[in-house]
């Protein structure tokens, strides 16, 4: 079996050629492996070798993020390899953000296994921790001798394709992302143990901490609506007959925006829902109960508003994920700036 | 969503049945909607009725699109 | 109230001349079971089909499954107020054909219906790859409107499953097990130093395909009340609904309820279980409002030190879920949660839609946005039609060799918030 093929990711001061004096330094590349690489290499046991070190300089990479991560992939591409490492950064943080944003755009667009590792305080792991897997180490290059071995088993463990563990068996950051797996007894069983810890007032551990929401402050008030162009955007699933776009029931993984620029109404004959969490009896009659178009063209022909937008954006609420819909905000948000739209209202079920 | 377009500099108001849900969320604005399989209308009240509730509704969030909030506010009546 | 629960075991299932139980198999006689369907003239066909674990079927899309069940002893029938006369149960004795469903598929009603895969890596999902099960493929009359159709297939469902029950009915019990919850002063003071425990019991009440029925009424026009654990073992509570396939409580799962199991199981040793608290998850905020401040209401009124919440679906019943966690809380109870997740397909999101900081003790039943592989089978029960329209499928999933690409909640009963299976989910 041929070894698998290893390309590590280090910064000028890792790679001996300086200290601060040398962090802008454009990214270059050695066919070997270089500085903590050599432990690494080592560390692989044989199964895996490192084929190339790219050494980038700190500063260099956080001034010029986007060409840098360009020339980086390019030269990686070259290598075709297996498996990307970065770091270990400790706790430096430009540093830390570095290899984690290199891994993952390498994992992004080069669908190549990637594994890094940081100090909890390194600002590149809470940033980085969701997107790639970051192995803990301690504060300090002191503890590289510890750190090596932990990247490279995991390393190996991506590269491999085999199941990887949870973080307190394999050694990385916890990422905060939510995994299935069987447990031996069944839910209603632990959520009674559990009740019996909590009324003795034993400590319990729950399954789920309660999440939590970001805020964004509130945009200042319309001054006078009858000047300003408003958009509809719903959650309730509304799309023209026959799903064109085949937005999903649940778990929409898309959104669709569609022209009323002709219309004063939503007709039952050319829109219906999609949404697979209500009863969409009353809806499929008359879809203007989620997206209130025909009161909304009589306000604007009456001069309550100034323009109603001449699209819709939907999609379905239910089962969707936040990071999904903060995806399709953040996207047609684009459009109805660029479109002059002052306001939205936004409907759900 | 809202919040992605509230960050886009737009105004929004969130007109919607289930408020907790959406205070949970973290939306600004929220008019509260008449039901989750009809948030903007009742047809029980056959067309004339439904239509003037669907009015109100969205003549109410027009309203909160223009008033100054500083924290999460619900238009209640 | 006290109900001794006769445990019939069976193993097989094959069609026969008469329905009966022998050895342990359990005879279907076809005809007859299409003979009950096919008294509602609503219904244009039906056709029977066995469907065995282990065995390489896939059935959809199923919208209900229904645990053969008889009342031996005791006031009433299985299902009061649906299929028997309205009557209290829950006392005396029944059978029940543990290890057999009668299940009910065939052509869509919404698309919250789903699947069963007997055999494969998505069987483990479902309870119902271990059971033998006896379907019912229905064709309803052309142009048939979605709530009689709904309606028709439901209470064939049940007919049928109390008919093929009453094949227990003089069969001697592999195992008996006696439930029993005295009225609240006497079941008080029987374990006097024992924690006074409670269920609430959330039912899906949103509409169509989303409802549930208790004692015939419509959970939608319920206010909370109070029952005896042992009601729902004779079938109570039934099932309308198919929220959404993963999370769906089918009528077998309030016949089996986990958590009254469970309960009654540490009853006596380490808590004293009062009974059950029944509520609903309706479409319009006061009703929200309503039924939790009733469920508090009970919670003081009776004295619960502890109790547990189940919900039935997700996303607006999150709301109702965090209500009666505030709400019993407040009452002076400590509260844990059991329900499912949905954070989406990469795991990253929040799971729930509605947070209160009183969720401090959650059970979790695993997240139903994973995308899972379902190869080919070599039969199909029902269609394979509307996979993609169904919730969990999406553009693409069914692929022209019959292999499936969906989200797990296209799964019957995967992530069923009962806390019936062992699937669940942590933080990696």
């Known amino acids: 079996m041929s070894k698998i093929k290893v390309v590590h990711y280090i910064n000028n001061f890792f790679a001996g050629i300086g200290g601060e004096e040398r962090a802008d330094i454009p990214p270059e590349v050695r066919e070997e492996a270089v500085g903590p690489g050599m432990a690494l290499d080592a560390a692989f046991g044989g199964e895996a070798e490192i084929v190339a070190t790219v050494i980038c300089g700190d500063t260099y990479y956080g001034e010029n993020m986007e060409a840098a991560k360009a020339a980086i992939l390019e030269m990686i591409k070259k290598y075709s390899p297996d498996l990307f490492v970065a770091g270990p950064a400790f706790n430096a943080g430009r540093y830390g953000v570095a290899c984690g944003s290199v891994a993952k755009a390498v994992e992004d667009e080069l669908g190549i296994p990637v594994v890094s590792a940081m100090y909890r305080e390194n600002p590149g792991t809470d940033m980085y921790k969701k997107d790639i897997h970051i192995i803990e180490t301690e504060i300090s290059a002191a503890d590289m001798r510890k750190a090596v071995p932990k990247l490279a088993r995991l390393g190996l463990k991506l590269a491999k394709g085999e199941d990887v563990g949870p973080p307190e068996e394999e050694g990385y950051h916890v990422r905060g992302i939510r995994v299935n797996y069987f447990n031996e007894k069944r839910a209603s069983e632990r959520g009674i143990e559990m009740l019996v810890k909590k009324m003795k007032g034993e400590e319990f551990v729950t399954e789920y901490p309660m999440p939590v929401f970001d805020r964004v402050s509130p945009n200042p008030a319309v001054k006078d609506i009858s000047k300003i162009k408003v958009a509809i955007v719903t959650s309730g699933g509304i799309v023209p007959q026959g799903n064109p776009d085949r937005i999903e029931s649940s778990s929409a993984t898309k959104y669709g925006i569609y022209d009323i620029s002709a219309m004063d109404s939503l007709g039952a004959d050319r829109f219906m829902t999609i949404h697979g969490g209500y009863d969409r009896a009353f809806v499929t009659e008359n879809p203007n109960l989620v997206v209130p178009l025909d009161v909304m063209r009589e306000m604007e022909k009456e001069g309550v508003i100034g323009e109603l937008a001449d699209y819709f954006v939907s999609t379905t609420g239910t089962g969707t994920s936040v990071g999904n819909a903060k995806g399709f905000g953040e996207d047609f948000s684009k459009k109805l700036v660029a479109d002059g739209v002052g306001a939205v209202i936004l409907t759900s079920t | ?77 | 109230m006290r109900l001794e629960l006769g445990k019939i075991r069976i193993t097989d299932v094959q069609f026969g001349e008469k329905t009966k139980v022998e050895n342990g198999t359990l005879y279907v006689n076809k005809k007859e079971l299409i003979d009950i369907a096919m008294e509602d003239d609503r219904i244009l066909s039906v056709n029977v089909e066995l469907a065995r674990p282990g065995e390489s079927v896939r059935i959809a899309p199923v919208k209900d499954v229904i645990e053969p069940r008889v009342k031996v002893e005791g006031s009433g029938g299985m299902f009061p107020g649906m299929i028997s006369k309205v009557k209290t149960v829950g006392s005396g004795r029944t059978h029940a054909l543990v290890g057999a469903t009668v299940l009910t598929c065939g052509s869509i009603v919404g698309f919250q219906e789903g699947i069963i895969d007997m055999s494969g890596p998505a069987a483990k999902y479902t309870p119902f790859s271990e059971t033998f099960n006896v379907c019912i493929v229905i064709e309803p009359r052309e142009g048939l409107e979605t709530h009689a159709y709904e309606e028709a297939a439901r209470r064939a469902g049940l007919k049928i499953g109390a008919f093929v029950g009453e094949a227990g009915r003089d069969v001697e019990p592999d195992e008996i097990v006696v439930y029993e919850t005295k009225p609240l002063l006497e079941q008080v003071a029987q374990y006097p130093d024992l924690p006074k425990v409670g269920y609430i019991h959330m039912l899906q009440s949103q509409g169509l395909l989303h409802d549930t029925y208790y004692y015939g009424v419509d959970a939608k026009q319920m206010v909370p009340t109070f029952m005896y654990p042992t009601e729902m073992m004779d079938g109570a509570i039934t099932s309308g609904n198919c929220v959404a396939p993963c999370d769906k409580v089918t009528t077998f799962h309030h016949l089996n309820n986990p958590v009254i199991e469970d309960l009654y199981k540490k009853h006596g040793k380490d808590i004293n279980f009062i009974g059950v608290i029944l509520t609903n998850e309706n479409v319009f905020l006061a009703d929200k409002e309503r039924s939790s401040d009733m469920v508090g209401k009970f919670v003081e009124f009776l004295g619960l030190d502890g109790v547990l919440i189940t919900e039935e679906g997700y996303g607006n019943p999150d709301t109702d879920l965090m209500m009666n966690c505030k709400k019993a809380t407040a009452a002076g109870a400590k509260v844990v949660l059991i329900t499912d997740e949905f954070p989406g397909r990469d795991g990253k999101s929040q799971s729930l839609a509605d947070a209160v900081p009183e969720a401090d003790a959650l059970v979790s039943c695993g997240q139903g946005n994973l995308i899972i592989e379902f190869p080919p089978m070599d039969k199909i029960i029902g269609t394979l039609d509307y996979i993609e329209t169904m919730i969990g499928g999406y553009e693409g999933s069914l692929r022209p060799d019959g292999s499936i690409e969906a989200e797990l909640q296209i799964i019957i009963a995967s992530t069923i918030a009962n806390g019936y299976n062992k699937l669940a989910a942590r933080t990696y």
């Open chain 2, 1 to 77: 969503m809202v919040k992605e377009i509230e960050r886009a500099g737009i105004p929004v108001v969130h007109v919607a049945t289930v408020v907790p849900i959406s205070l949970t969320i973290g939306a600004n604005r929220i008019v509260p909607a008449v039901g989750i399989p009809y948030p903007l209308g009742n047809p029980n009240l056959g067309p004339d009725g439904d239509k003037k509730i669907r009015r109100a509704l969205v003549e109410k969030a027009l309203r909160a699109l223009q008033t100054e909030v500083d924290e999460q506010t619900v238009f209640e009546d």
